[in-house]
């Protein structure tokens, strides 16, 4: 038993400590995929995950956006419906249910999409955001319920909507029934319109696919992070089909932006404060023309 305890034990221990610790050591430090540099863990998130040298918009955990929008960083969250955990059985090199319960645990979240509302700039808002972290933010049936739970709150609270899609598109391990959140999100965003809330998108890297295709490009308002991706199809399927080279900053939010696809691309230090801008020109008190008879209008001058 000596032998055990006094050798193998602390060789053992000696061994895990030092794979632990050196995990940790280099989870404090970020290479940035702009220009290569190497970024300390709390000044990369002390900047809101935005590189200090060349500012390059790096992929933002879900909760930290969260708490960096919401006033004070606090928000409350609502449940939503997960439905069936996997509708056709499905299965390629893996089976759907055994990605889900990966991905469920890793994230420790039921599926990609998180509906919070709390204020920000001093107004109530509902926020629904998709973490790509979760199967690459794969819009699923949780997900297309997650929206329409979304505007449903939003309606219910008199609150404007902001979307934050960040996805590779339609989650294929469902088929037809991921398709369809297409149109079951773009209903939903009809009856926001029909209630006269306001609708904004955010869109961050990546927005792609079946999101893209619906409620990520139907916004009152679209803003997008500098160099964000954004698109339908990938750049190499595009090429292939219209034969052609595309630009280099082809599906990027400033190329999106200069040709009419995005209102604005605002710095993500700064969208906070463009959104306080935005609700106190849209929800302003609405004032009431008076209805004048003709015969009281003032005549014209000769």
Not at 52 to 69: A, G, I, Q, V
Not at 180 to 203: G, H, K, S, W
Not at 207 to 216: P, R
Not at 255 to 273: F, P
Request: aromatic share 6%.
């Amino acid at each position: 038993m000596s032998w055990l305890t006094n050798y193998i034990r602390p060789k053992i221990s000696s061994i895990v400590g030092d794979s632990e610790n050196k995990e940790s050591q280099e989870d404090l430090w970020h290479k940035c995929n702009g220009c290569g540099d190497m970024i300390f863990h709390r000044d990369l998130t002390g900047n809101q995950y935005v590189c200090p040298k060349c500012d390059k918009h790096l992929r933002m955990p879900l909760e930290d956006r969260l708490k960096s929008l919401f006033d004070g960083g606090k928000y409350q969250q609502i449940a939503v419906e997960t439905g069936m955990a996997d509708p056709l059985k499905f299965r390629d090199t893996k089976r759907y249910s055994d990605r889900l319960r990966d991905a469920r645990h890793k994230i420790q979240r039921d599926d990609a999409v998180v509906v919070a509302h709390g204020k920000i700039s001093g107004f109530e808002t509902v926020v629904l955001a998709i973490d790509f972290s979760f199967m690459g933010g794969s819009m699923g049936s949780a997900v297309g319920q997650g929206f329409v739970s979304a505007v449903q709150l939003a309606i219910a609270q008199k609150a404007p909507l902001i979307a934050i899609p960040a996805s590779g598109g339609a989650r294929m391990q469902e088929g037809i029934i991921s398709l369809m959140q297409m149109p079951r999100t773009v209903a939903a965003c009809e009856q926001l319109n029909d209630a006269n809330l306001p609708y904004i998108v955010l869109c961050v890297d990546p927005t792609y696919g079946g999101v893209t295709a619906s409620f990520a490009m139907l916004g009152d308002f679209q803003i997008a992070e500098p160099g964000a991706m954004i698109g339908f199809a990938g750049r190499r399927v595009i090429e292939q089909t219209v034969r052609e080279k595309l630009p280099d900053d082809f599906q990027t939010a400033e190329y999106l932006a200069e040709h009419g696809m995005i209102d604005m691309v605002v710095s993500r230090k700064e969208i906070k404060q463009r959104l306080g801008v935005l609700f106190s020109l849209i929800l302003k008190k609405k004032q009431v023309a008076l209805v004048v008879e003709e015969t009281e209008l003032p005549l014209a001058a000769d």
